[in-house]
């Protein structure tokens, strides 16, 4: 769903429209710059912690900041001598995955688009990183449409709606209560998680 969202495969038949636009009508460049994501495993580049920010420099000084200390980054960064120009290896394997996954938020938190995808985002991290991301992306992106692929179903339970797939097919889609009402596959796999 997600590789057809960003076109990255596209369709064969049936469309997806965002606000009534037809997404293949729209160039690539065009529609890739007003969708965010957040992946599984966090891309960063080898370069400066700024420019893994803020590569095209559209951001100010302070806007970065306000990022960082939104994304829970603000200490780590503040503490390193370099700062924003902190050396980042290749794939950013100086920071751990936690860090690069905030790193990522910040990302996002500066691009601020209407959409935000998480992929897996907190699938690969402890349990507190996965809290202060949830806790920021329900007030910083409150005004945004964020589809969350997740297997941790408490990152969801306050989703205003669930779509669970089986074998590629829609089975389910509606709020998480009902969802757990209708005791269907969500039901079965928020019992399993504990959660219902």
Not at 40 to 65: A, C, H
Request: overall charge negative.
């Amino acid at each position: 769903m997600t590789l057809c969202l960003f076109r990255i495969l596209e369709a064969v038949k049936g469309e997806i429209k965002i606000d009534g636009v037809r997404i293949s009508e729209i160039g690539l460049h065009d529609l890739r710059s007003k969708i965010t994501i957040i992946p599984q495993d966090p891309v960063l580049f080898s370069g400066t912690l700024r420019m893994n920010l803020d590569p095209f420099n559209k951001y100010s000084e302070d806007e970065i900041w306000k990022a960082l200390e939104l994304s829970h980054l603000k200490r780590f960064v503040s503490s390193k001598p370099d700062k924003l120009e902190y050396e980042c290896s290749e794939g950013g394997e100086n920071l751990s995955v936690g860090q690069r996954q905030l790193v990522c938020l910040a990302r996002a938190l500066l691009r601020k688009t209407r959409i935000l995808v998480l992929d897996e985002a907190t699938a690969a991290i402890d349990l507190e990183t996965d809290d202060l991301i949830q806790m920021t992306i329900r007030t910083q992106f409150e005004d945004c449409t964020v589809l969350t692929i997740a297997h941790r179903l408490n990152t969801i339970m306050d989703y205003t709606r669930v779509l669970v797939l089986d074998k590629g097919t829609i089975a389910e889609f509606d709020t998480p209560s009902s969802l757990i009402a209708s005791r269907g596959i969500f039901y079965g796999m928020a019992k399993d998680a504990g959660l219902a």
